[in-house]
Structure formats: C-alpha cells, structure tokens
C-alpha cells in the first residue's frame, strides 16, 4: 500500500529558483490539501482540494501554486522561493463525504532555501 | 486568537504515570475532532477519533467538552514509546479544512 508519496524528501534551493513538489495518492481520495510545519506552529494549511479540477486557498497560500487535473496528483509549485518558506511540507489526502474520516499524510519533503 | 490551541510542553512523564493535557477550539460549528501522533521528523498519523460521549482505545482517553470547546486526551501507563507530540485537529463539516493545533510535546522517561 503506497498510501500517499511525496517527493522528493528533501530539496535545497536557491532564493528565487522555483520547483514543484509532488504528491501522488492511490487510495482514490476526493480531498487533498498541503501544510507547512514549522517549529512551534503545527501544521498551516496552504492549499487544498476538493476534487479534480479545483482548488482553494487555506491559510498561508502567498508563493504558492497549486492545481488539480487529476485525483491522484496534487503538486505544489513554488514559483520565486524565498528563506520564509523554508519549512517541512507534508501532503494529505481523504475522503470528504464521511465526517470522521481520518486525514492520511505524506512523509514530509525538507525544503531550504538558501 | 488561533483557531485549535494547544499547549506547548514538554510534559515530562515518569515512565507507568498517566498524563493528560486539552486543546481548546475556537469555532463552535467545528464538528469532527481528532488527536493525531507526531514522531520527531515523521508525517503526523492518526491516533483516534474524538466522540462526543469520549472514548478509549487501550490506555488512551479522549474527552470532548463541547460547552467549553475543548478536547483532551489522557494517556495512563506511560510508556518510552509513548514519547511524541500529540496534535489536535478540528474540521467543521465533512469535506471542509483540518485545522491542527501547534502540539503538545510528551517525553516519558525512565
């Protein structure tokens, strides 16, 4: 069971480059959504989706794009990074339409920018 | 204010002690309540499901006081592999955002 994939787990980047971190899920979730973690902060929610074909803002969404063609992929694009985004990114998926439904997590992608 | 708050820690915990702590919650339509387990450098997994009459799973104990909007969770028998940072979430409807608390931090020791 692959669960939910990120990748990669780890990544350093320069100040204004940009990159795309993936997340893939075979578990044919309709809900998926990204956080950054940061010390002290728990999880912040970037951006999420409700299904294919659309997205959200959440919390912190400023830098940061996303888009959803297909169930399975949710990347998250950093278009300029900054040093502020340096932070742990985890993605989850789940099902929406059961109340109690349990969010199932990546295993996280380190980013530093540098 | 933040919307799910938590304390902090550490709680420090001799080993075979029971230990306890809340989340408060801001928004009172918030209607599913979870408590999630997060080793050092991990993704945050599942720990239970909070009911609205509390409920148990082995040594662990989730309460939810909805006219004090908070949860808790207790933990009895500590063990070293209980050591973690306990985070709170909160969802309003289903379908809708999780928003986490920032974490509590438990070191149980011998």
């Known amino acids: 069971n692959a669960g939910v994939t990120q990748t990669p787990k780890f990544q350093v980047l320069k100040t204004g480059q940009s990159m795309t971190l993936q997340c893939a899920q075979d578990?044919?979730?309709?809900?998926m959504s990204w956080y950054r973690q940061d010390p002290g902060m728990g999880l912040r929610l970037i951006h999420y989706?409700?299904?294919?074909?659309?997205?959200d803002q959440g919390e912190v969404p400023n830098g940061y794009n996303v888009s959803r063609s297909t169930t399975e992929d949710f990347p998250l694009r950093l278009l300029s990074a900054a040093p502020s985004q340096t932070s742990v990114y985890f993605c989850?998926?789940?099902?929406?339409?059961?109340?109690?439904?349990?969010?199932?997590f990546g295993q996280g992608t380190r980013l530093t920018v540098v | 204010r933040k919307e799910v708050e938590q304390d902090p820690g550490p709680f420090n915990v001799p080993e075979g002690a029971t230990v306890a702590f809340n989340c408060t919650y801001s928004n009172s339509a918030s209607q599913s309540f979870f408590w999630y387990r997060q080793d050092c450098r991990k993704e945050p997994k599942l720990l239970m499901s909070v009911y609205s009459s509390g409920n148990e799973d082995g040594r662990f104990t989730a309460q939810l006081n909805r006219a004090s909007q908070y949860i808790s969770l207790l933990i009895r028998d500590s063990k070293l592999s209980d050591s973690a940072t306990y985070l709170c979430a909160v969802r309003k409807a289903a379908g809708n955002k999780l928003t986490f608390g920032g974490g509590t931090r438990v070191l149980v020791k011998p």
């Open positions: 578990m044919n979730h309709e809900y």
């Open positions: 989706s409700v299904g294919a074909g659309i997205t």
């Open positions: 989850a998926s789940s099902t929406p339409t059961v109340k109690d439904t349990e969010a199932f």
